[in-house]
């Protein structure tokens, strides 16, 4: 059973940039897409980033796109968001997925296409 554990999550101010991190542990089997979601109080979990686990295509949702970058790194198991120009608005709890079962040529973009997340991590942005 793979486990993904996030951290770099923090208070910060507008316009600063934070990075986080998502490690991916147990039970090594395919992992297709690596996805950043998040949820801030009393909304739903909403799309962020996502990764081919193979590299190559990413996609964002229009919010972040320009200010936040998705990575990852095959050889530590990792994956990573890299957050710019943060606003007030960035606020939220972030969490990291993947999916494990086969996918089909379009990046998931929905939480339901995930099947496994971390517990999140906060990210507090002041104006």
């Known amino acids: 059973q793979v486990q993904l554990v996030e951290s770099g999550g923090g208070l910060v101010q507008a316009g600063d940039s934070l990075r986080l991190s998502c490690a991916a542990s147990?039970?090594?089997?395919?992992?297709?897409?690596v996805g950043w979601f998040r949820q801030a109080p009393g909304k739903e979990r909403e799309f962020v980033a996502a990764?081919?686990?193979?590299?190559?295509?990413?996609l964002y949702a229009d919010t972040v796109k320009g200010r936040f970058a998705i990575s990852r790194d095959n050889a530590k198991n990792t994956a990573a968001l890299q957050m710019n120009s943060l606003k007030p608005e960035d606020t939220a709890v972030y969490f990291c997925a993947l999916r494990v079962r086969p996918a089909g040529t379009t990046l998931p973009g929905t939480a339901l296409a995930y099947d496994v997340w971390g517990q999140g991590t906060q990210v507090t942005v002041s104006s």
């Open positions: 990764m081919w686990w193979s590299g190559g295509s990413t």
């Open positions: 147990g039970r090594t089997f395919s992992r297709n897409a």
